[in-house]
Structure formats: C-alpha cells, structure tokens
C-alpha cells in the first residue's frame, strides 16, 4: 500500500497548547462550538478485522494491515471479529464448526504481533454464546467463562492490555442460536451482567459493554430489544450500537441524488441520537460503536458504490460520533471487503447484500479506499488530539437535495484541542467557500477533495490532496472536500 502523504506534519512545528475552546468565539472570530469540549478516549479511532468471511483471506499479520493501520491512525482493533466471535475457539485460533468453516487462524499471538507493530489497543469480543462447539447451558457456564478467562490471561501474559471487553454480538437478530442461548432481551442481559460480576474479579479495571439494537422493521426482536436490556443492565459500564443507516432508510434506489443520499447520514443519526444514545445515557451508559458502516448502494448499477461520496458520508459519521460526548469508541466494519472498507482486497469481486449478487470494482489491492483516505487525515488530526467539540457556521449555505431528502448543512466539523489547534472541516457544497475568523492563528490548512460526489475512486492518487499556508484571517473549502486545519495560538 501506497500511503498517504500528509504534508501537514512536514511543515508545521510543534505548536502552543490551545486554549481557543473556552469561549474566545464571542465576537466571531472562532467557528462556533456546540457545548463544551469532551475527551477523546485512547481507543476512540477503530476498526473491525473479521476476516473470516473473506476470500481471499486477509492475515491479522499482512504488511498491507499494518501500513494502512499506521496510515489511519488506528487506536483499536476488535478482536476477533463479530458474528464469528460468538463462535469463536481463541485456542484454536478458529471457529467452532457450529459457526461454520474458513480458512482462517487468527489467535492471540497475531494480534499481539499487530499491537507491537501499531499500537492499537484490542477490543475484546468475548464468546459468551458457544463452548466446545455447543451452545452453553447452565451446567457449562462456568467452565465457558473461565475458557474466556484464560483468553485475556494469555492476552496479558503477550503484553496486551484488557481494558475494553464486549459481551457478545448482535444478539437482537433473531437468529436459531440467538434464540435458543438467550429467549429474550432480558436472558441475555440477566446473563451478561453475571458474566461480568464475575470477569471483574480478574480483570477489576476493565470496562464492560453490552449491547443495543437499531430496531428493524424486518425483524421483531430488534424492536422489542433495547427497553428489557436498559431496565436489567447492572455492572456494565457501556453500550455497543452498530449503526447501519439501511436498517433506518431501507437502503438508497434508483433516481436517488447523490446529495440526497447525505442527507440519510443526517436524518437517520438523528433517529439514533433519538432512539439509542439518550436512552442509554440516561442510565448513565458510555457508547461503544462497535461496528458501523455507510449507506446501502441497492441502485440497479451500484452507481455509488466507489465513490467520493462513500468517503464523505462515513466522514460525516466519524464527525457525529465525535461530537457525541458519551461515544467512547467507534470501529469501522470492515478492513477490507467493500469499497466503503479501509483499504481495497486482493480481487474485483465485492459481495452487494443489498442487491445480493457479486458485482465488479477494479481498484489498486491494498491502497485506501475513499473512506481510508478521508480516515487517514482524521487519524492524524486525532493523534494530537485530547479533546474535541463540535462547530457549526450558520453561515454556510445549506444544501437543498429536493426530492423529499431533508436540508443539511454544507459545512459541518469539529474543533480539536491538544498539542495545537485543529479543525476538521467539510465542504459537502458544489462551489467553493470563503470563510472568515480572525481569531484562528496561523498555520496550514489541508484538503482533500474530488470534481463531485459521485469521482470514482478506486486507488490513490485519484482525489486531490493539498497543502497551503493558513493567513488566520479567512480559509477556502473546496468543493466536495474534507479539510484540516491546524493553527498556533494567536
């Protein structure tokens, strides 16, 4: 993998800490802020690597994963994976054959190598459903624990940390064994909060999450999820959510607008925000996004899919999850697999589950996607990073997508307090914009942008990515662009 260049890092110096989010912006000379500024916690910026569904197979130890995990900035990665991690044999290093076959051997060992080699944090997606290829009953549930037990203790014995762990995943589908290990939303909590009582015992300053549903309306279980889990949970210190916007929107269709289709990343987190995060916090929850991914490309040519605008609205994304002071963590599903993965897999082939069939996409193996691109200028604004709040400019034009799609605001961003001043900014719009804030400082200003949404980008070097010298007096957006802007104190 090619990686990317970042020229931000080259031409700055190290900068004065900030102190530009404490409500300088009275008089306009800093973007707005939205609330007061949050920490960002050491494993916020993630990933998922469930290369089991893979094929080719993508090894937790490829080189290609280590550059483009260095290249994003990655924090955590979930180990081993989702689904398959209800299945999972850590000793084997497999799953249990009740979950399938693939040609995979992922154990602890591996990902030691990649923490040695990166830096990131596991997250642990613990095997709360299987033990010796059965489903667990009373009689062995002792014995699963303690198997899961010895998994962290051998995680520690490589030098790992166990600070995160995950009970579980995606229960709320109704699914033969989902529905036979845990009858209801109740079961599983009941279950979880005994699984943690007793892994705490070991492992005292570890977090433990369990698990919301995003309500579908395909599947009642999903429905009847969240309120038994909410009401029982006890000993548990955070929530997962996987946010996949088609479960909200139904995926997008022929005549739908490119910028139609960012409004959906707007709309559909506002019904999250609504449905799962306030709740939640109202417990007094933390928020893991254990798994997320973009919209669902259902049109006949799969014209999105590839796209600048696959990179943007997972831009959008990461904004929304940064700006939301109770999500501690974020990953994205998947490393590779789609064109809105971090980097493009070793084939053409790409499974389409909203059309479900195989389509083609010929890209560059082992180059970042258009979301990888986008993520690898986050991931370095964020490694100087040890706050963040969101910022609004009313004065930007709002963008009209017609067509029934709701108006959103062409520029959105964040603020980023740290070792210096930082903002990420997006110009979603079609023409460029000049903005004025006296009080920014001085600095440089990054961006990376395409003609319009719909660039196909199937490697580097197809988005322009530029550097220029910030005046601190006004900056330009470039159309359809993501832009980083880093300052010092005036």
């Known amino acids: 993998m090619k990686v990317c260049t970042l020229t931000l890092s080259i031409l700055l110096p190290v900068l004065a800490l900030s102190t530009f989010m404490s409500g300088a912006n009275s008089h306009g000379s800093l973007p707005k802020t939205v609330g007061p500024p949050h920490t960002i916690g050491p494993m916020f910026w993630g990933l998922n690597i469930e290369n089991v569904y893979l094929n080719p197979v993508l090894s937790w130890t490829a080189p290609s994963l280590e550059a483009a995990i260095q290249s994003a900035g990655i924090e955590s990665v979930r180990f081993p994976g989702g689904d398959a991690g209800n299945y999972w044999d850590w000793q084997r290093g497999a799953m249990y054959p009740l979950g399938g076959s693939a040609n995979v051997q992922d154990f602890v060992a591996d990902l030691s190598s990649l923490n040695q080699a990166t830096g990131v944090q596991p997250l642990y997606n613990l095997n709360v459903m299987t033990y010796n290829n059965e489903l667990i009953t009373k009689a062995t549930r002792s014995a699963a624990m ?25 229960f709320y589908w109704s699914e033969p064994d989902h529905d036979h290990e845990f009858p209801t939303a109740k079961d599983y909590q009941l279950t979880a909060n005994l699984w943690a009582t007793t892994l705490k015992q070991s492992f005292p300053t570890a977090k433990f999450a369990s698990m919301l549903s995003i309500p579908s309306s395909g599947d009642r279980r999903t429905r009847i999820w969240n309120t038994p889990v909410l009401e029982n949970i006890q000993g548990i210190d955070a929530v997962t959510i996987h946010r996949y916007d088609s479960i909200i929107d139904g995926g997008v269709w022929d005549g739908t607008a490119a910028d139609a289709v960012l409004s959906l990343a707007f709309t559909d987190w506002a019904t999250i925000l609504a449905g799962e995060v306030r709740p939640a916090e109202q417990k007094r929850l933390r928020i893991w996004v254990t798994e997320f991914g973009g919209f669902s490309d259902c049109t006949s040519n799969a ?20 700006s939301t002071a109770s999500v501690d963590q974020m990953q994205l599903y998947n490393m590779t697999g789609s064109t809105s993965s971090l980097i493009f897999q070793n084939t053409s082939s790409y499974w389409d589950s909203c059309l479900s069939k195989t389509i083609t996409f010929n890209a560059t193996p082992g180059d970042l996607t258009a979301t990888g691109q986008a993520y690898a ?44 001043n930082q903002w990420l900014i997006t110009n979603y719009g079609p023409e460029t914009l000049t903005l004025h804030y006296a009080g920014m400082g001085t600095g440089a200003i990054e961006s990376l942008s395409a003609p319009s949404l719909t660039t196909i980008v199937n490697g580097e070097g197809i988005l322009t990515n530029s550097t220029a010298p910030f005046d601190g007096e006004s900056f330009v957006l470039p159309p359809f662009s993501l832009n980083w802007i880093v300052t010092s104190q005036n």
């Open 377 to 420: 200028l986050i991931g370095n604004a964020l490694k100087r990073a040890a706050s963040v709040s969101q910022v609004v400019f009313p004065e930007a034009p709002r963008i009209k997508p017609g067509a029934g799609a709701k108006p959103y605001a062409s520029v959105t961003g964040v603020a980023l307090s740290g070792a210096t």
């Open 146 to 170: 303690d198997n899961q037990i010895q998994l962290l203790q051998a995680a520690q014995a490589l030098g790992l940390p166990v600070n995160a762990i995950e009970l579980g995943n995606e």
């Open 303 to 322: 014209l999105f899919t590839g796209t600048w605008l696959e990179g943007l609205y997972q831009t959008q994304m990461a904004f929304q999850f940064l």
